[in-house]
């Protein structure tokens, strides 16, 4: 299941988006995984089944990329150093790619689970 979001709620009121954009900068830039080339979407935890599946959904390259990304902010981690700041993650560059894979599968396993509850009541029929 996806991380709950109050995006919509704060992005439909100007004066709270206003208020709350360089807070969300703040808060994101402080969190540092940016610092080691990362992206948001490479810290969401590959515990659950709907996750390995959207991984198993990813292009070929995307997901290169995705544990290229990984293994270098490891090595940068063991070695208790951060990117040069020309190969930090750049904001434009800080796009979702997994999130909505993830929200297409919840989706699909949320109508799976509609369509299999559904009853089906037969009229009687008239002769």
């Not at 208020?19 to 590959?46: C, F, H, Q, S």
Request: with cysteine.
């Amino acid at each position: 299941m996806s991380q709950p979001s109050l995006a919509k709620f704060v992005i439909k009121r100007p004066w709270l988006k206003r208020w709350m954009t360089p807070l969300a900068n703040w808060y994101v830039d402080a969190a540092g995984y940016r610092k080691l080339g990362l992206r948001a979407d490479d810290l969401i935890p590959e515990e659950s089944d709907t996750v390995l599946l959207a991984l198993k959904r990813l292009p070929p390259k995307e997901a290169y990329d995705r544990v290229f990304r990984m293994r270098r902010a490891f090595q940068c981690s063991l070695s208790h150093q951060l990117l040069p700041k020309e190969e930090h993650t750049k904001v434009e560059e800080d796009v979702p790619y997994l999130t909505p894979i993830i929200e297409e599968i919840e989706a699909e396993l949320k109508e799976r689970e509609d369509l299999e509850a559904m009853v089906v009541n037969k009229k009687p029929s008239r002769t």
